[in-house]
């Protein structure tokens, strides 16, 4: 249908997979997902998460926008801090123990991305490199420095 009002564009692209289609990949793997909140271009799910057999089960709340952003906290427990550290490896925020999974900046992901094939796997591998750090306070899971002095010292001075 065209006409001076509605043109209609055939090179016109989706900006993104639209949120009913990533909660709908999401739910044939995890069934038991609790939706706290679902919206046209937005939702907010908890996943349970166990990196490994022998792993603690986490309860992970996956909040996304459509075209945005995701954001991802593990709200199950308090996570444990190394003996040697003051602060969680790899999260925007140790109080909210909202994880820092990719780079933006990189552009890593993008939301052409579906949740399912990269955002959960993510938390699963972050998840599992956080019960590797908890003993001596190394982070094996790659990424930036998150502890620059780490050859000098023990205890981290400047790492707040």
């Given at each position: 249908?065209?006409?001076?009002?509605?043109?209609?564009?055939?090179?016109?692209?989706?900006?993104?997979?639209p949120s009913t289609e990533q909660l709908k990949r999401i739910r044939t793997e995890f069934p038991e997902?609790?939706?706290?909140?679902?919206?046209?271009?937005?939702?907010?799910?908890?996943?349970?998460?166990?990196?490994?057999?022998?792993?603690?089960?986490?309860?992970?709340?996956?909040?996304?926008?459509?075209?945005?952003?995701?954001?991802?906290?593990?709200?199950?427990?308090?996570?444990?801090?190394?003996?040697?550290?003051?602060?969680?490896?790899?999260?925007?925020?140790?109080?909210?123990?909202?994880?820092?999974?990719?780079?933006?900046?990189?552009?890593?992901?993008n939301a052409h991305n579906y949740i399912i094939d990269t955002i959960i796997p993510w938390v699963s591998?972050?998840?599992?490199?956080?019960?590797?750090?908890?003993?001596?306070?190394?982070?094996?899971?790659?990424?930036?420095?998150?502890?620059?002095?780490?050859?000098?010292?023990?205890?981290?001075?400047?790492?707040?």
């Amino acid at each position: 249908m065209s006409s001076k009002f509605f043109k209609a564009n055939s090179k016109r692209k989706l900006k993104g997979i639209p949120s009913t289609e990533q909660l709908k990949r999401i739910r044939t793997e995890f069934p038991e997902i609790k939706v706290l909140k679902s919206g046209w271009d937005n939702f907010e799910i908890v996943v349970q998460i166990r990196p490994t057999a022998i792993s603690e089960l986490y309860d992970v709340k996956i909040i996304y926008t459509e075209n945005k952003w995701v954001k991802i906290f593990v709200i199950s427990k308090t996570l444990e801090l190394a003996k040697n550290r003051t602060k969680l490896p790899h999260v925007y925020d140790s109080q909210k123990q909202q994880l820092c999974l990719y780079s933006p900046s990189k552009k890593e992901w993008n939301a052409h991305n579906y949740i399912i094939d990269t955002i959960i796997p993510w938390v699963s591998e972050w998840l599992y490199y956080y019960e590797l750090w908890l003993p001596e306070g190394k982070w094996l899971g790659g990424g930036h420095n998150e502890y620059p002095n780490e050859d000098n010292t023990e205890t981290l001075v400047n790492e707040e």
